[in-house]
């Protein structure tokens, strides 16, 4: 057995990626046993805090996907525990959380990203919908892409090719979060880069080219086998590669993460990355993106997940 003592591995929650998160606890559980680490796994709920503070683990594994699981809330109450965890801190979080602020971050440290505009819900009604929605059609231009600004797993996202479709798609979008990011949608190679940081500095691992069955990467094209065609590593060239792994890598320094993320970039006609967002805490389920980059890199998921759990325990609560 590892001499890390007992972890914990945090799945669940309450957020409508709540089974995805519980697939990701499962795998990373398992992976941890097999590499020796003694794991017990909890949902959040009231006994939580009191079990942690009866019997404090060594470090904790974050798989929590959506709402307290990566919007910092979770973590924040780590610290308050002084218990360590792998992954971005409770501020880090919160601004990586929220993909108009992360836009801006990025785009700011000399990141494509493609132009947006942020409409809450309630804007979008007290000054007119139809008003609103074609200023953004003629600013932005069609394609669009709608998501929530919050939230992950392509819930309540969708693509809009035509101005008739646009209201449905707000329509969609408010069902899962209270303001629309709307982006001219860049229509090209799908691409996702996982970064992991082991002390000397984030890495990028190769990326993963995701080929969706019907042309849209949604929930269902995630998370059910044989619905996307994935390739690890990539079918891109060397210099697009290495492109693609340095937006990731500067996406994760500029928002300030901590050992591990995913940023899912769209790579259009001419060869260029465009940043669309980036994951604090990435799926760990059997269709994952993040465990098909670790393998693509010859490197084993359990023997990382516990060189990341050994890290986080080494620090401490900082």
Known sequence: MSDLGHVLVLAGGLSYEREVSLRSGRRVSEVLRAAGVSVETRDIDASLVPRVLADPPSAVFVTLHGGAGEDGAIRSVLELLSVPYVGARSEACRVAFDKPTAKTVVRSAGVRTPRSVTLPKETFHDLGASAVLARIVERLGLPLFVKPSRGGSALGSSVVRTAEDLPSAMVGCFAYGDTALIERCVEGVE?????????????????????????????????????????????????????????AVTAHTALGLRDISRTDLIVDGDGLPHFLEVNVAPGMTETSLFPMAVEAADDDLGSLCRSLLEQAAARGAA
């Open 191 to 247: 691409v996702a880069v996982s970064v992991v940081d082991l002390g000397e500095g984030p890495v990028a691992l190769p990326p993963v080219e995701i080929v969706p069955d019907d042309g849209v990467y949604d929930y269902a094209a995630r998370y059910t086998a044989g619905r996307t065609e994935f390739f690890a590593p990539a079918r891109l060239s060397p210099e697009l590669a290495t492109a693609c792994a340095e937006m």
